[in-house]
């Protein structure tokens, strides 16, 4: 039976509410972040979803040494800590090794894998043993009936609050390709499973020293998430994508989520054999 995980005062899983994580890729400032964490939450509260804001405080998988990484771990905890509080709502953080699992546990409420570390027991293992829910994304290299071994790393170390992430799969160089059996693929691990949208559509590595994207189809590639069953979507956004720190090439404008959010909950609807609540519309 398909478990839902708790986050904050809400559920992700089957029967439940579409959940969205979302925000800018890596924490670029505090007003930057309150101001995002503002408009995302405002936007959110119109449609029958849950939300997750998520923002990272280091991007350690850079192309090029000179790219931007984010505020650090202490200072970013900092700025999560005064977005959750403020507008009380639950926060994501990407996390990279065991000793900053353990500290952001303190203040986030969803710690992510990111894909390229899904294999590292010792992150997987104190991550899972913070307590906190952690989102675990597919690794590129990965077939995604292989998650069941990554799976069991963290329920062996005594948590069950996992969220498992698709995000593509390499398809040669400096590309990927989104392969939506995938979802109820992981699902038969019994957990809910998000879908990536942006970085789906990334091109890694594809302009030499950052990675090039495709944003054009982040919103063909939600749709199809949510027709093939996803429970949760992760669709990082941006007041203004060409000035974005970190994956400019890729992450979604603010101004286009508004009408992907209402097809979305819709296609949602119609998917799950559910009302379309008359929440906002």
């Not at 890596?26 to 995302?40: F, R």
């Not at 900053?100 to 043993?129: E, G, H, N, W, Y």
């Not at 906190?132 to 290299?141: C, D, H, L, P």
């Not at 404008?253 to 819709?266: G, R, T, V």
Request: hydrophobic share 40%; aromatic share 8%.
């Amino acid at each position: 039976m398909s478990k839902k995980v708790p986050v904050k005062d809400f559920l992700i899983g089957v029967s439940e509410p579409l959940c969205f994580i979302s925000g800018p890729c890596v924490i670029e400032s505090e007003d930057s972040a309150m101001y995002a964490a503002e408009h995302l939450k405002k936007l959110m509260s119109q449609f029958p979803v849950n939300f997750i804001y998520k923002s990272s405080y280091d991007k350690a998988n850079r192309s090029s040494i000179d790219t931007f990484r984010g505020p650090g771990i202490e200072e970013g905890l900092r700025i999560l800590q005064k977005v959750k509080e403020q507008f009380d709502i639950p926060v994501l953080t990407d996390v990279h090794s065991p000793e900053d699992a353990r500290s952001a546990a303190q203040v986030c409420d969803v710690l992510q894998i990111p894909a390229f570390l899904c294999r590292q027991t010792d992150l997987v293992v104190a991550a899972a043993q913070t307590g906190a829910v952690i989102n675990i994304k597919k690794g590129q290299f990965m077939a995604p009936w292989n998650m069941g071994s990554i799976v069991d790393k963290a329920v062996q170390s005594g948590n069950e609050k996992i969220i498992l992430t698709d995000r593509g799969v390499t398809f040669g160089y400096n590309n990927l390709v989104s392969d939506m059996r995938a979802i109820p693929e992981m699902q038969k691990f019994g957990y809910p499973v998000c879908f990536d949208a942006t970085h789906s559509v990334q091109l890694p590595g594809g302009l030499g020293t950052s990675s090039g994207g495709q944003r054009q189809h982040i919103a063909l590639l939600a749709k199809c998430a949510v027709a093939a069953g996803a429970n949760c979507l992760f669709l990082e956004s941006h007041p203004s994508p060409k000035d974005a720190l970190s994956d400019s090439a890729s992450v979604m404008d603010f101004a286009d989520l508004p009408s992907l959010l209402k097809i979305l909950c819709e296609l949602y609807a119609v998917v799950n054999n559910v009302p379309v609540l008359e929440k906002s519309f």
